[in-house]
């Protein structure tokens, strides 16, 4: 059951893809130089006929396979010749109108549904042809309905009428017009050539008649002006007389006038440079009197600060000096302090975890001797008896004895040894024993390595004979 759902849901999504590539596949997108034209079952019209296609430009659709299928307009511009000859006009005069008309299928509503229902499909020589046939038509209906005056003067006219009843009747086939070029007019009887002639003449007369009106009023012209020009000579020299003669009087006037004025003048240049002079010299005096001024306080300004900024400059030195000196005082004093409160704080860790270790020691010895201090403080003298014992020999072991004289008379004592007995059993006894040893720690001696043996059970000694002796 579980690989069942599973593979149900593998086949669902494999199917889903397909379907999603197949409408990736037919989605069509419209370039924008062509029309898109779907046909087959693509819906019904408003009055409920069925559409023969659907255009589209500048978009894109889905094409339903089976249902639907689709092909392109091209909308290049096309160009067609369009020699017209022996056209009859109003006035039945045959007329020859070469011309180049330029169309392309048209991208308005309505119009497209014409191109794709009667272009689709026909080559491009095949839609030249068919729109030429139209444009011939609709030529040789306007001019039939013109005059050649119209015709050749009035263009305008002329291009509008064809514009209009030329693109009429393209729509119909699902074309616009583009552009007209009507290249040139001729007719057989040469009337158009006379109508040239006679307005180039008319032309050639008018232009004449215009050139002599023209030199006409040019001599006229030249005559006023060289009259003017005499008059205006003469007036111009009386009044240049009369201009010269108040020009001297007034150069006259001039000189006497400007004779006063220099010796003014000068007589105010020679008061002036003087004064200028000394004031000049007064400026001087001011001038030295307080650059002197000026030395002087610039001398003082100057020993001054020679004498208070070296002054300045040595305090200010034995201050830093000093400063530097008792912060480096500071400085090595709090870093001893630190280096002893370091290895004070590491010996007191090291006694500590010691002690601690000890105190440890101590816990298992007293836990091995069944929990009792006394008898665990026993186990420890009797584990270090050994150590005791070599120290108690240790501490007679280098006595050195060169020679020892003995006189023994072998009379004894009350306990009846001798005197070289008594001598070496207190040399003896120099020796703490080992049962006293044990007793001085707390311990007693087992019985299988000895029994202490008191006065009363010791044996009478011997009588010991009356024998000097002497020992080494």
Same mark, same amino acid.
């Given at each position: 059951m579980h690989w069942g759902f599973i593979l149900l849901i593998v086949f669902g999504a494999l199917s889903m893809f397909s379907f999603?590539?197949?409408?990736?596949?037919?989605?069509?997108?419209?370039?924008?130089?062509?029309?898109?034209?779907?046909?087959?079952?693509?819906?019904?019209?408003?009055?409920?006929?069925?559409?023969?296609?659907?255009?589209i430009h500048g978009g894109a659709s889905i094409v339903w396979p089976i249902l639907q299928a689709y092909s392109y307009l091209d909308l290049t511009p096309m160009s067609i010749n369009?020699?017209?000859?022996?056209?009859?006009?109003?006035?039945?005069?045959?007329?020859?109108?070469?011309?180049?008309?330029?169309?392309?299928?048209?991208?308005?509503?309505?119009?497209?549904?014409?191109a794709a229902e009667r272009l689709r499909g026909l080559p491009l020589k095949e839609i030249q042809d068919l729109a030429r046939d139209i444009i011939l038509g609709q030529l040789r209906l306007i001019i039939a309905l013109m005059d050649i005056e119209e015709i050749n003067t009035d263009r305008d006219k002329f291009l509008e009428s064809v514009s209009g009843n030329v693109e009429?009747?393209?729509?119909?086939?699902?074309?616009?017009?583009?552009?007209?070029?009507?290249?040139?007019?001729?007719?057989?009887?040469?009337?158009? @050539? &006379?109508?040239? /002639?006679? $307005? +180039?003449?008319? !032309?050639?007369?008018? *232009?004449?008649?215009?050139?002599s009106?023209? #030199?006409?009023?040019?001599?006229?012209?030249?005559?006023?002006?060289?009259?003017?020009?005499?008059?205006?000579v003469a007036q111009a020299n009386a009044i240049a007389v009369e201009g010269e003669n108040e020009t001297l009087a007034q150069i006259s006037q001039s000189n006497a006038h400007r004779r006063e004025v220099e010796a003014e003048a000068e007589r105010l240049a020679t008061v002036a440079e003087m004064?200028? @002079? &000394?004031?000049? /010299?007064? $400026? +001087?005096?001011? !001038?030295?009197?307080? *650059?002197?001024?000026?030395?002087?306080?610039? #001398?003082?300004?100057?020993?001054?600060?020679?004498?208070?900024?070296?002054?300045?400059?040595?305090?200010?030195?034995?201050?830093?000096?000093?400063?530097?000196?008792?912060?480096?005082?500071?400085?090595?004093?709090?870093?001893?302090?630190?280096?002893?409160?370091?290895?004070?704080?590491?010996?007191?860790?090291?006694?500590?975890?010691?002690l601690v270790k000890q105190a440890d020691g101590f816990g298992q010895i007293v836990k091995s001797a069944g929990g009792t201090a006394d008898n665990a403080v026993k186990l420890m003298m009797a584990d270090k008896i050994e150590t005791l014992v070599a120290t108690q020999v240790e501490a007679i072991k280098n006595i050195k004895i060169d020679k020892v004289t003995v006189w023994d008379s072998m009379g004894g004592g009350n306990d009846g040894t001798t005197t070289t007995a008594g001598f070496l059993s207190g040399m003896g006894r120099s020796i703490p024993p080992l049962n006293d040893l044990f007793k001085m720690s707390g311990l007693q001696l087992p019985e299988f390595l000895g029994k202490e043996v008191k006065p009363a059970d010791k044996p009478a000694a011997a009588p010991a004979a009356d024998k000097p002796s002497a020992k080494k």
């Open positions: 999603l590539m197949v409408l990736a596949a037919r989605y069509k997108k419209c370039p924008s130089d062509k029309i898109l034209v779907v046909y087959g079952k693509v819906g019904k019209n408003k009055d409920g006929t069925n559409r023969s296609a659907k255009c369009v020699d017209l000859k022996k056209a009859l006009s109003r006035q039945n005069i045959r007329i020859d109108v070469p011309s180049v008309f330029t169309i392309g299928i048209s991208t308005e509503n309505g119009v497209m549904q014409n009429t009747e393209l729509k119909k086939i699902g074309l616009r017009l583009i552009n007209v070029n009507i290249t040139d007019i001729m007719d057989e009887s040469g009337y158009i @050539e &006379a109508l040239g /002639k006679e $307005a +180039a003449s008319r !032309a050639i007369n008018d *232009a004449k008649i215009t050139v009106q023209k #030199e006409r009023d040019g001599a006229i012209g030249v005559a006023n002006a060289e009259r003017d020009k005499r008059v205006a004064t200028a @002079e &000394a004031n000049a /010299k007064r $400026a +001087a005096y001011q !001038a030295e009197q307080q *650059a002197e001024a000026a030395r002087a306080a610039r #001398e003082k300004s100057t020993l001054e600060a020679d004498i208070i900024v070296k002054t300045e400059i040595q305090k200010r030195k034995v201050e830093l000096e000093a400063e530097a000196e008792a912060e480096m005082i500071r400085r090595k004093a709090k870093g001893e302090a630190d280096g002893i409160k370091a290895m004070r704080l590491a010996e007191a860790e090291g006694i500590f975890a010691v």
